[in-house]
């Protein structure tokens, strides 16, 4: 069934690239190449940027029209940054975590050995 779906999806698309014309094919192409580092993108932009994709566009919006201090903003970008940084840490300790149960004699023993201490921090007090 699958490999069925993905052959009609590549004849529609095929189907779907024939009918372009010249005409539209060439402006398509032209957009494509004029925004191959056609814009010159300084620390502000990137800074901008980061904090629109951390928080949001009216985040973004708020920073660009100075609705929030640049102070304001730079502490929050770190503290996304910092947040980011846990998150990747964590992810590693899974992988850690699965992988070494996964090599273990005893994978089920090994696995709820080295996550003893994180089930411990999920509890609610009661």
Same mark, same amino acid.
């Given at each position: 069934?699958?490999?069925?779906?993905?052959?009609?999806?590549?004849? *529609?698309?095929?189907?779907?690239?024939?009918? +372009?014309?010249? *005409? $539209?094919?060439? &402006?398509?192409?032209?957009? /494509?190449?004029?925004?191959?580092?056609?814009?010159?993108?300084?620390?502000?932009?990137?800074?901008?940027?980061?904090?629109?994709?951390?928080?949001?566009?009216?985040?973004?919006? $708020?920073?660009?029209?100075?609705? +929030?201090?640049? *102070?304001?903003?730079?502490?929050?970008?770190?503290? @996304?940054?910092? &947040?980011?940084?846990?998150?990747?840490?964590? @992810?590693?300790?899974?992988?850690? +975590?699965? /992988?070494?149960?996964?090599?273990?004699?005893?994978?089920?023993?090994?696995?709820?050995?080295?996550?003893? $201490? &994180? &089930?411990?921090?999920?509890?609610?007090? *009661?």
């Amino acid at each position: 069934m699958e490999q069925k779906k993905k052959q009609t999806d590549a004849e *529609e698309r095929q189907r779907l690239i024939d009918e +372009i014309s010249a *005409e $539209d094919l060439a &402006i398509v192409q032209e957009v /494509q190449s004029s925004t191959k580092g056609a814009y010159p993108v300084d620390q502000e932009w990137m800074l901008l940027a980061e904090f629109g994709k951390a928080y949001g566009w009216q985040a973004y919006k $708020d920073a660009r029209d100075d609705l +929030i201090s640049v *102070e304001e903003m730079l502490t929050l970008i770190e503290c @996304n940054r910092k &947040i980011e940084a846990s998150d990747m840490y964590k @992810n590693a300790q899974a992988v850690l +975590i699965g /992988q070494g149960s996964a090599q273990s004699k005893t994978p089920s023993k090994t696995f709820k050995s080295l996550t003893k $201490d &994180i &089930i411990k921090q999920t509890k609610v007090q *009661e």
